[in-house]
Each structure stands twice: as C-alpha cells, then as structure tokens.
C-alpha cells in the first residue's frame, strides 16, 4: 500500500519561525484533528511523553516521527507530513533542527509495519528527504511521496 493513501491531503508546510515544541507539536498534527483522524488526547499524548523523555520521535538530522499509542485516540490510520522551511527546535540533542516530520496514527502495534518500512526507505533517501525540505506546494510533495 502506498502511504499516500494514509496521508490524502494531510500535508502541511510551515514558514512559521521560532516555534514553542507545544506550538510545532500542534502543527504536526493539524489536519489530523481537523480530519478526525485522532483526537486532542491523542497531540497531548504526543507532548505529555516529550515532557517526560524528550524528542524521542526525533529520528535522524531534520527528521521527526511524533507518534504515541493506539489507545490515546487514534480514530483511522493516518500519516500527516509536515514541513517546517525554517526548521524547528525540539529539543534533540543528538539531531538538532526538524524540518520533515511525518506523524504517525496507527489502530495498533502491527498494522503499520509496511508503513514504518516504507517511511524507513524514504527517511533513508536523502535525496528526496531534501526534496520534500525544499519542495515549494503540497503537490510537488505528494509527488515525491507517491514512490514510497
């Protein structure tokens, strides 16, 4: 399954500076709330485990996969892509500004394995990584995204 049939139109690009990680938290999960595809629980889910752990969906350099459990409101699968032209602090040590961020909402632990390794082949493509970092609209980003 192409993981754009999880994302639709849930694609985001932010020109927004200086973001709170609450206020960039909120972003990643926009048109997932707006489209009923998780619940408010599910963004406060998201930070409440940031507050205790820190930017543990902080990947790779200006990657991120916010993310939290089935339980804390997930209503449909669903991808929402985010990026962030200006990049973002989320306090990760190791991988310092986000600038593409794909959150994950999953119905349960298993069910998204073939997503994780469609998103695990496209994190590992710099190539296109930096082309949906630069991409100017939402469809030239649904372009690149429609190999994985």
Do not use: W
């Not at 909120?26 to 048109?31: A, L, R």
């Not at 449909?76 to 986000?98: C, P, R, Y």
């Not at 632990?109 to 390794?117: A, E, L, N, R, V």
């Amino acid at each position: 399954m192409s993981i754009m049939k999880l994302i639709g139109d849930n694609i985001v690009i932010s020109t927004e500076t200086n973001l709170s990680v609450d206020a960039a938290l909120d972003i990643t999960c926009s048109k997932l709330l707006e489209h009923g595809k998780v619940e408010a629980t599910y963004l406060d889910a998201i930070k409440q485990k940031h507050q205790e752990i820190g930017a543990y969906y902080v990947l790779a350099p200006k990657i991120a996969m916010p993310h939290a459990r089935p339980e804390d409101g997930v209503n449909e699968a669903a991808l929402q892509i985010t990026v962030f032209k200006h990049g973002v602090d989320l306090e990760s040590e190791d991988n310092g500004d986000v600038y593409f961020s794909v959150t994950l909402a999953a119905m349960d632990s298993d069910s998204h394995i073939q997503t994780i390794m469609a998103l695990s082949e496209l994190f590992q493509n710099d190539e296109d990584v930096e082309a949906i970092i630069s991409a100017q609209t939402t469809e030239h980003i649904a372009e690149i995204l429609e190999k994985y």
